[in-house]
């Protein structure tokens, strides 16, 4: 039996006027997966991995960014949301996206 997602969480990375996501899925079985913007889905035994990799990475969880964090990062809070698609393959589309207002660089 195949272990079904029970969680998701979303990671951000700016670098200059970008915003990258990562997809972090938590399973019942207790391992995670993580579905870059370069479309390779990487697994791990747990979320503690699953975070080190990702904080490794620069990767900051979206769900614990407040008004101060996003300014340092470069964006309001309020103007960024997670990417949604139906698919993966269309969700890869929007995982790399232009800041909100943010100048061309």
């Known amino acids: 039996m195949d272990a079904e997602t029970v969680r998701i969480e979303w990671w951000l990375v700016a670098h200059g006027d970008r915003l990258t996501w990562a997809r972090l899925s938590e399973l019942d079985n207790g391992h995670a997966h993580v579905l870059a913007s370069d479309g390779v ?4 035994v747990d979320l503690v991995e699953a975070h080190a990799e990702l ?4 990767y900051v969880a979206f769900d614990g960014l407040d ?3 996003a300014d340092a990062l470069g964006f309001d809070l309020d ?5 949604y698609a139906d698919d993966d393959d269309e969700l890869l589309k929007l995982m790399t996206q232009k800041i909100p207002g943010a100048p061309f660089r």
């Open 41 to 44: 889905v990487r697994q791990f």
């Open 55 to 58: 904080l490794d990475a620069d």
């Open 67 to 69: 008004e101060e964090d």
């Open 79 to 83: 103007s960024v949301a997670p990417p």
